[in-house]
Each structure stands twice: as structure tokens, then as C-alpha cells.
């Protein structure tokens, strides 16, 4: 099982990043995927969750309204676009293969004037 994240960076406040997680390894498309969090200090948090096909879709509190998640099965990858991105939304965005307990190596966005 392989997952890697892209697409992080340096964005300030209000500006948007598209993260994408590109899965290899396992049944891409038969899998329950999520985004998490960890900010410097902080325990890991769950971002969003993607049903396999796409059809459903669930937000934590902190990014409803600003990050919506998507996948492409065809291509093996899942997306987070964050738009209005806030100073407190800077951390290590990390994706998951759920039932699989696989974790990506992380990608840095960092938001900031």
C-alpha cells in the first residue's frame, strides 16, 4: 500500500491549495479514504472522509464551507480543495486509507502573511 501526498505549500490567508493523494497498492476504488491534520503541538485531527464511489462525503467542523473532497478513481487519487484558507488551517495534511490503516507521508501547508 503506497499513498502519497502533493500539492501543499505557502498560501496567504484567503488564498486556495488543492491537495491530491495518489494510491497504489491497494483497490483504490473500493476503499473508504480521509484527509487528517496535525498542526505543530497538536494531535492529528480527521479533515473529510470519501465514501469509495464519491456519493457521500462528511466534513469536520473546521472545513465545512471551505474544503470539499473528491476522488478520481480512474487515476487512484483523492483531492482536498481548500479555499479561504485561515492561518489555523497551517499543518501537515496527511491522507488515509481507512480500513486499511494506511497513511500517507504528509504534506506541509502552511498559511500566512
Known amino acids: 500500500v503506497r499513498l502519497v501526498e502533493s500539492g501543499g505549500g505557502l498560501v496567504q490567508p484567503g488564498g486556495s491549495l488543492r491537495l491530491s493523494c495518489a494510491g497504489s497498492g491497494f483497490t483504490f476504488s473500493s476503499s473508504l479514504m480521509s484527509w487528517y491534520r496535525q498542526a505543530p503541538g497538536k494531535e492529528r485531527e480527521w479533515v473529510a472522509t470519501?465514501?469509495?464511489?464519491?456519493?457521500?462525503?462528511n466534513y469536520a467542523d473546521s472545513g465545512k464551507g471551505r474544503f470539499t473532497i473528491s476522488r478520481d478513481n480512474a487515476k487512484n487519487t483523492m483531492y482536498l480543495q481548500m479555499n479561504n484558507l485561515k492561518p489555523e488551517d497551517t499543518a501537515v495534511y496527511y491522507c488515509k486509507a481507512v480500513r486499511l490503516g494506511s497513511w500517507g507521508q504528509g504534506t506541509q501547508v502552511t498559511v500566512s502573511s
Open positions: 470519501i465514501s469509495p464511489t464519491g456519493g457521500g462525503t
